[in-house]
C-alpha cells in the first residue's frame, strides 16, 4: 500500500480484556517497529523486526505484552489482561532498511488505546 | 541509558516570524539524528542528520548537527499556521540500529 496502515484507528478496552493491534507496513519494507506514545510525550521503542524475525523486544513494558510477523509482513500487537496505564497511542514504522538511512521511518498513524 | 532533551517544550509565535528548537542528546555510539513532524498522529520524517556542520534545508525549514555538542537545532523561517505541529527530534544508535529514542517534542502554535 502506500503508507502504514494501522487497525483499529481507536480502541476502548475494560481493564482485564486482551486486545490485539494491527499493522500492514508499506509492500517491501523489510524493517518494521512498534512505539507507545503516552500523552504528551514522545514515542518509546517497543519492539523491531528485520522480516519475520523480532530482532529486539527489550522495550515491551511486561509480558503482557506480546508482538508477531509471522510472514514478513503484518505485524500484530497483543496485550493481554489490559491496565489503564497500557492506554496510549500505539504507532507502527516500518523502512526499507533496518536504520533511518533511507529517509527515515514511516509511521503509520497509529490506534489510540484506551483502557477504562 | 540514551536520552534525549527538547527545548522548549511549548512555543507560540505570529505567522511570518522565525523560530529555533533545540535538541540535545546523549546517545552511546550515534548513528544519526532524526527530526519529525506530528500533527495528529504520525510523525512525518523532516531531516536525518549525521555529520556535523552541514546544513539540511527543506523549503523554509532547515537543519544542523553538533556532534562535539551534542546538539541539533531546527529552524523555521517565514512561519505559517501550518507548521502548527509537535515537533519530534529522535536519536538512532548505531548498535541496535531502529531503537531510536525520541525526545517530548516541541509544541509549536503559530497564530495568524
Known amino acids: 500500500g502506500a503508507g502504514v496502515s494501522q487497525s483499529p484507528r481507536y480502541k476502548v478496552a475494560k481493564r482485564g480484556q486482551d486486545v490485539a493491534l494491527r499493522c500492514d507496513p508499506i509492500?517491501?519494507?523489510?524493517?518494521l517497529f512498534w512505539y507507545q506514545q503516552a500523552l504528551g510525550q514522545g514515542p518509546e521503542f517497543l519492539t523491531y523486526?528485520?522480516?519475520?524475525?523480532?530482532?529486539?523486544k527489550s522495550g515491551l513494558p511486561s509480558d503482557r505484552f506480546f508482538a508477531e510477523r509471522p510472514e514478513g509482513s503484518v505485524s500484530t500487537l497483543k496485550i493481554q489482561r489490559t491496565q489503564q496505564e497500557d492506554s496510549a497511542v500505539y504507532l507502527c514504522?516500518?523502512?526499507?532498511?533496518?536504520?533511518?538511512?533511507?529517509?527515515?521511518?514511516?509511521f503509520g498513524s497509529g490506534t489510540r488505546l484506551t483502557v477504562v | 541509558e540514551d536520552k534525549v532533551v527538547q527545548s522548549p517544550l511549548s512555543l507560540v509565535v505570529h505567522e511570518g516570524d522565525t523560530v529555533t528548537l533545540n535538541c540535545s542528546y546523549e546517545?552511546?555510539?550515534?548513528?544519526?539524528l532524526l527530526w519529525y513532524k506530528q500533527e495528529k498522529k504520525a510523525p512525518t520524517f523532516l531531516f536525518m542528520l549525521?555529520?556535523?556542520?552541514i546544513e539540511k534545508k527543506s523549503g523554509r525549514l532547515s537543519s544542523i548537527l553538533d556532534k562535539k555538542e551534542l546538539f541539533s537545532i531546527l529552524n523555521i523561517t517565514a512561519t505559517q499556521t501550518g507548521d502548527s505541529a509537535v515537533y519530534l527530534c529522535?536519536?538512532?544508535?548505531?548498535?541496535?540500529?531502529?531503537?531510536?529514542?525520541f525526545g517530548d517534542g516541541t509544541t509549536l502554535t503559530v497564530k495568524p
Open positions: 514504522a516500518s523502512s526499507l532498511a533496518l536504520t533511518g538511512a533511507m529517509g527515515g521511518y514511516t
Open positions: 509492500s517491501g519494507h523489510v524493517s
Open positions: 523486526f528485520q522480516n519475520e524475525a523480532q530482532l529486539d
Open positions: 546517545v552511546t555510539n550515534f548513528r544519526s
Open positions: 549525521t555529520s556535523s556542520g
Open positions: 529522535a536519536v538512532e544508535p548505531n548498535t541496535n540500529a531502529g531503537k531510536s529514542t
